[in-house]
């Protein structure tokens, strides 16, 4: 099973800063690398497919970048609104996900 | 537009069995792969299993292999997962969503709570 891990645990900034999230493959997952967003008491939403792909709606202060065993989910301008929880997720051996970052606004 | 809604969680005590079921609409329900994903209390996402479009090509996480079955209707827009053997460890909220593209997460139900406690 491919583990993915992501880094920092938690981030904790301030309006208008860049967010660098990391994840890390146990192994080469090409770029079959999905990010996706979850707030308190929702489902996930897809953010970003295939390493850098914006999702349809996702605004363009979101980008994802990477390949191999490295990825980032790049978050531009922090608004309050993207404090939640980031998930990566790999589809090129079965389907695994990674722990989560949670990003807080302060 | 895109609906998938879940049914048939609830409490259920260890040992015993829960069938969830999903219904689909606004859109080609067959050419998609389905999938069932997990979230316990206060942790992360857990893909459980999956299904191909036509061809019902099946796959499981190890920590359901043998105890879950996915299964799907395509005249009714359906998806299935009938859950034997519960154990304490699938306690969780349970996600019916749509693959975009095999792997892909593009649509997400609202989820299901299945409780497994005595």
């Known amino acids: 099973e491919i583990v993915l891990t992501q880094s920092p645990a938690t981030l904790s900034l301030s309006p208008g800063e860049r967010a660098t999230l990391s994840c890390r493959a146990s192994q080469s997952v090409s770029r079959f690398l999905a990010w996706y967003q979850q707030k308190p008491g929702q489902a996930p939403r897809l953010l970003i497919y295939?390493?850098?792909n914006r999702a349809t709606g996702i605004p363009a202060r979101f980008s994802g970048s990477g390949s191999g065993t490295d990825f980032t989910l790049t978050i531009s301008s922090l608004e309050p609104e993207d404090s939640a929880v980031y998930y990566c997720?790999?589809?090129?051996?079965?389907?695994?996900f990674g722990q989560g970052t949670k990003v807080e606004i302060k | 537009q895109v609906q998938l809604v879940e049914s048939g969680g609830g409490l259920v005590r260890p040992g015993r069995s829960l069938r969830l079921s999903c219904a689909a609409s606004?859109?080609?329900?067959?050419?998609?792969?389905m999938s069932w994903i997990r979230q316990a209390p206060g942790k992360g996402l857990e893909w459980v299993s999956c299904?191909?479009?036509?061809?019902?090509?099946?796959y499981y996480a190890e920590s359901v292999k043998g105890r879950f079955t996915i299964s799907r209707d395509n005249a009714k827009n359906s998806l299935f997962l009938e859950m034997n053997s519960l154990r304490a460890e699938d306690t969780a909220m349970y996600y019916c969503v749509r693959e975009y593209d095999a792997g892909t997460v593009d649509y997400w139900g609202q989820g299901t709570l299945v409780t497994v406690s005595s």
């Open positions: 606004g859109f080609t329900f067959s050419d998609h792969y």
């Open positions: 295939d390493a850098s």
């Open positions: 299904i191909s479009g036509r061809t019902s090509k099946i």
């Open positions: 997720q790999q589809r090129s051996n079965w389907r695994t």
